[in-house]
């Protein structure tokens, strides 16, 4: 239900742009986000973007990357400039509908890979 997009090998310092569509079976769509998992590691949140817009990153990719969405498509996107080796990983869309009172759905992308060349 959630389909990524715009994963790839990019050269340290470069960018790319991650794009997550939800499909239009899931309504009242709250939170939007990423997070990413590299190899032998948990997965960690990277950014999350509210209803009203707030945003919330992790500490090690603020001022580097930017979350936005698009509620008319239903879309959410992650702008990642000054890509370090670090930053390589598998990146999840993830998006949370509450469509009635107490009750809260998560949904997860397949993952789109990032890897990033020193």
């Known amino acids: 239900q959630l389909v990524e997009s715009g994963g790839g090998l990019v050269q340290a310092g470069g960018s790319l742009r991650l794009s997550c569509v939800a499909s239009g079976s899931i309504f009242s769509i709250t939170t939007m986000g990423w997070y990413r998992q590299a190899p032998g590691k948990q997965r960690e949140l990277v950014a999350t973007i509210t209803s009203g817009g707030s945003t919330n990153y992790a500490d090690s990719v603020k001022g580097r990357f930017t979350i936005s969405r698009d509620n008319a498509k239903n879309t959410v996107y992650l702008q990642m400039n000054s890509l370090k080796p670090e930053d390589a990983a598998v990146y999840y869309c993830?998006?949370?509908?509450?469509?009635?009172?107490?009750?809260?759905?998560?949904?997860w992308g397949q993952g789109t890979q990032v890897t990033v060349s020193s």
């Open positions: 993830n998006i949370q509908s509450a469509p009635s009172r107490g009750t809260v759905y998560d949904y």
